[in-house]
């Protein structure tokens, strides 16, 4: 039988044979023909046999830059601890409207269970290569072709020795051979067996292949005291890589541009020990400065004490202290734009303690405070190396647009990217951000002040939305190379 592949259903038809599928105990792609098989014989079933869903909304849906089409995904989940990072990918991969069919290998069912897959991924989750309800229209080649990509994730040192030797002895090795799909492998195991001469032999071969890898990267092990390269990459550098090879090349508006940016927290210490912080992750500059760059951008990153890798083809300095930020970020200039979206702290202890500070009888020791350098007013009021474009970042708790149209007026910027903190929001150390972009209208210094409220996105759409806003505002301006 041929297979079957049906695409751009509305959401309405979709929970509709997923309902029906379920009450019947078939796959989604079964019960399509079932449906087929019936009409033709002049006996379907009523089209209602249960709640009929409500009605798609007529509204127009708001199209932001950057939407782009539908994909698939096959993605095969081998057997490893790093599995468990294939649900977060499975999430990753739909915020980027990509569709995912999951396979799970006997070994990685231990370590993830099909019921968690499916209902991620809102699909028949497909183990055995000997299924009958299935096999009987040779299901796996229908996995290994009805998508635009397979993605393995963890590949382990096994599967990939399967792949590079053409074996097919169950149903993941079975579909990546039978394949004509691009393929990426996100590699996860021990160090040593990462470096074992096997399976640097497999690698090889698999690359002269054409099989795209991303990964492993370094860092401790599941098992004590092991560390080194290994590692499976995180969940977003891995949907990123998918998105890359299932996108087409997309145009590069910042080729040529030189754009600097802040992100994270700074720490003022207070004596060895103790320091004055904030809760800023930098996940939202961590994810500009990728966006910048994929834009085709050189990205310099100034970036306090975070706990995130750094983006691939971008410059990072790492500083501790406000101080220490202004420094960097002087001597990045000049630069076409520059985007400060780092939570520096606002003061600093005037006398630092040279030994930590002990408690006494006479209760806490006084703590001098002073204000730290202002780095958004201070470059955007530069007359010398003043960026073309300054964008600041406003955190708030309260009053948050008044407040962000005051912080433009008061600190010389261009643009203010406005953001609620409060804790109710999960603004702070979480993935998503919602925004307002606030800006003077026609660029004029007295201008009426406009207000761009963007939806709730994850902060690699921010990102992307926003390098987009930039793109468009600094076509056509350059900016001497720095000496």
């Known amino acids: 039988m041929a297979s079957l592949t049906i695409r751009k259903l509305d959401e309405g038809v979709k929970t ?83 569709e995912v069919r999951c396979v799970l290998t006997k070994a990685a069912q231990q370590f993830v269970t099909p019921l968690a897959v499916s209902a991620l991924s809102h699909e028949r989750v497909y183990t055995d290569l000997f299924d009958p309800q299935s096999e009987f229209d040779a299901g796996h080649i229908r996995l290994a072709r ?24 169950d149903l993941a090795s079975a579909i990546l051979l039978a394949t004509n799909r691009k393929v990426l492998l996100a590699p996860a195991m021990n160090p040593l067996m990462w470096t074992n001469a096997a399976t640097r032999r497999n690698v090889t071969q698999l690359q002269r292949d054409g099989v795209v890898l991303i990964g492993p990267n370094s860092g401790e092990m599941a098992e004590t005291g092991e560390a080194g390269v290994g590692r499976m990459s995180e969940a977003i550098e891995i949907a990123s890589a998918a998105e890359r090879l299932l996108r087409p090349p997309v145009p590069k508006p910042l080729a040529g541009k030189r754009v600097l940016i802040t992100a994270g927290p700074t720490h003022e210490p207070i004596d060895p020990v103790r320091y004055i912080a904030n809760r800023s992750s930098g996940k939202q500059g961590f994810a500009i400065a990728a966006a910048a760059q994929a834009a085709g951008a050189e990205v310099i990153l100034v970036s306090g004490p975070v706990d995130l890798d750094d983006p691939t083809g971008v410059t990072v300095k790492h500083v501790e202290s406000a101080r220490q930020m202004l420094e960097q970020v002087q ?119 406009a207000v761009d409220s963007w939806p709730v996105m994850t902060k690699e759409q921010v990102a992307i939305e926003l390098v987009a806003h930039v793109a468009k505002s600094v076509s056509g301006k350059s900016v001497e190379p720095a000496s």
């Open 331 to 449: 001597a990045a200039l000049p630069a076409d734009i520059a985007i400060f979206a780092a939570a520096v702290a606002d003061w600093r202890v005037a006398n630092e303690g040279e030994q930590k500070l002990k408690k006494t009888s006479a209760g806490m020791p006084p703590l001098q405070l002073v204000e730290n350098p202002d780095i958004l007013a201070t470059i955007a009021k530069l007359t010398d190396k003043r960026p073309p474009l300054v964008i600041g970042f406003a955190a708030e708790t309260e009053h948050l647009i008044d407040n962000a149209k005051s912080k433009l007026a008061r600190k010389g910027c261009d643009w203010i990217v406005a953001n609620d903190v409060s804790p109710a929001t999960g603004v702070m150390g979480g993935d998503r951000n919602t925004v307002h972009l606030i800006s003077r209208k026609n660029g004029e210094k007295d201008g009426e002040i």
């Open 146 to 169: 009805d998508c635009d990509l397979i993605v393995v994730a963890p590949a382990t040192a096994d599967l990939m020795a399967k792949m590079a030797n053409g074996h097919a002895d």
């Open 16 to 98: 509709y044979l997923r309902l029906r599928s379920a009450k019947n105990h078939r796959s989604v792609e079964e019960e399509v023909r079932v449906i087929l098989r019936e009409l033709i014989e002049g006996r379907e079933e009523p089209l209602t046999p249960f709640s009929a869903p409500p009605a798609p909304s007529t509204a127009p849906t708001p199209q932001r830059t950057g939407a782009v089409p539908e994909a698939s995904v096959t993605l095969i989940i081998g057997g490893g601890i790093a599995a468990y990072k294939s649900l977060d990918l499975i999430r990753r991969l739909k915020e980027r409207r990509i």
